[in-house]
């Protein structure tokens, strides 16, 4: 009876340090730990929209100036503005819903959003992972954002978004193409725990730095049907002779041990070094006036590498148009819905 008593106690120790165990193991990679509905949209009538597209791109004039470049406003603004009639459709975004989330990236809380019909019972959605521009809060994903991804929500897909390691009160510190790629990546966990996204089609959209991003995702083998880039940074060394101020500014601050290894660190994220690492159909679009990302030493570059290596690609240059393909941007959301359902499964 003793030994019996002796054996329970030996068994129940184990049960207690075995909960206590389950209890503080970490949660793993894209485990959502913090999920809140999105704010309100940013503009309350069309005129706000307006005046706020007016000024960004007064920002963009001058910013190119500061760096050398010429960049001048249309005469008809009006060009570069959706109607009002769209805009209301889109600021409705009747049947969506908005959330901003924290979710785990190598231990650290990282901010980022989901786009969902509010309805998915039962349902399965194709996913659009898509990745910012800019750096640290330069560029970073606003909920409603000024053209929002209504068209692709309108087509049926999910959208998610990262603002990456160190942002938008995240933790940690991005590296611009660096550990930051992880929390690219650590969105695929995190939209297979949805429950209602359709993880045979899942497409990947970038652009500028996000761009970069993709390709550096499509590099470490994120799974994927297709890939569309928007003037995506496929060269960071031409930089160097284009833009200086970008070197300065945000490479030298950004990656890791840049003043010892930083031709190495820029090859490393320049897919134009690693074409045949390009697993995916990819869709190359680019504004043949951007100033911010070279078309020569980047898109067409580009494109040259993968034809070499017998990729699948396909490329659009828009005449005379900026970074962000401001004249053409419902043709460029047109053409990457259409890339994305050519290669749905």
């Given amino acids: ?66 760096e050398g470049f010429r960049r001048e406003a249309p005469k008809d603004f009006t060009r570069l503005l959706m109607s009002r009639e769209e805009f209301e459709k889109r600021k409705a975004y009747a049947g969506f819903e908005c959330q901003r989330i924290k979710y785990l990236s190598d231990r650290l809380k990282v901010v980022g959003f989901i786009w969902k019909p509010k309805d998915t019972a039962g349902r399965k959605f194709p996913l659009i992972i898509f990745n910012r521009g800019g750096n640290r809060e330069f560029g970073k994903v606003m909920p409603w954002m000024m053209s929002g991804f209504h068209e692709y929500l309108a087509h049926g897909f999910v959208v998610v978004a990262s603002q990456y390691r160190g942002n938008d009160g995240g933790e940690g510190k991005e590296e611009f193409g660096g550990a930051d790629v992880g929390d690219v990546l650590n969105l695929i966990p995190l939209t297979k725990s949805l429950g209602y996204v359709d993880m045979s089609n899942v497409f990947i959209l970038g652009v500028s730095r996000g761009g970069m991003m993709s390709l550096l995702a499509l590099k470490n083998g994120i799974p994927v049907n297709a890939a569309a880039v928007i003037g995506a940074l496929a060269d960071l060394t031409s930089q160097q002779e284009q833009r200086q101020l970008m070197v300065e500014g945000v490479y030298k601050q950004l990656i890791p041990d840049f003043g010892k290894r930083g031709a190495e660190a820029m090859r490393e994220r320049s897919a134009v070094y690693w074409p045949e690492k390009i697993n995916a159909p990819l869709l190359i679009l680019q504004g043949g006036a951007d100033w911010r990302v070279d078309t020569k030493t980047n898109a067409l570059a580009l494109a040259q590498k993968l034809q070499e290596s017998g990729k699948t690609y396909e490329l659009i240059v828009y005449a005379g148009d900026d970074h962000g393909l401001s004249f053409n941007a419902a043709d460029s959301e047109r053409r990457v819905i259409d890339w994305f359902k050519r290669h749905m499964k």
Wanted: overall charge positive; charged content about 25%.
């Fill in 1 to 66: 009876m003793r030994r019996m008593k002796s054996l329970l106690a030996i068994t129940f120790l184990f049960l207690l340090i075995s909960g206590s165990a389950a209890q503080t193991q970490p949660q793993p990679d894209g485990a959502i730990v913090e999920r809140t509905p999105c704010g309100p949209h940013p503009f309350s009538n069309y005129e706000q929209y307006a005046e706020a597209r007016k000024r960004r791109f007064a920002e963009d004039v001058e910013a190119a100036k500061s």
